[in-house]
């Protein structure tokens, strides 16, 4: 591979894994919503809800998916709204937007955590 297309090849990689990850989080939403729209029909009360999901690994599966589906989603989105409104250089607008990826993986994983197994 040549110096020159290693650029468009990385590009290109990050293009087909937001694709990837926007399938993925299309159906998570999907899931989610029904599972707000069940809670709320049924009435249930936030302890209700909080007593269903303590020691529940199937919630704690589902919901880590889509926290990793969000935090490979963003960053290329990100980037890109950096280097186009920022006017940052591509390096420095893709770490920033790694280092926020990694943010919402450790709040979101954290999240699940407190809900599942605290």
Do not use: D
């Amino acid at each position: 591979m040549s110096a020159a297309a290693a650029p468009a090849i990385a590009q290109a990689k990050r293009w087909y894994w937001q694709r990837i990850s926007a399938m993925v989080l299309a159906l998570c939403v999907v899931v989610h919503l029904a599972i707000i729209i069940y809670a709320v029909r049924g009435g249930l009360s936030a302890a209700a809800l909080l007593g269903r999901t303590r020691g529940n690994w199937g919630f704690a599966a589902f919901y880590s998916v889509f926290v990793i589906a969000c935090a490979v989603h963003v960053p290329g989105g990100l980037a890109n709204i950096a280097q186009e409104w920022a006017g940052l250089r591509e390096g420095p607008a893709l770490w920033l937007a790694r280092a926020f990826a990694v943010l919402l993986l450790v709040a979101g994983l954290r999240a699940i955590y407190a809900v599942v197994a605290a």
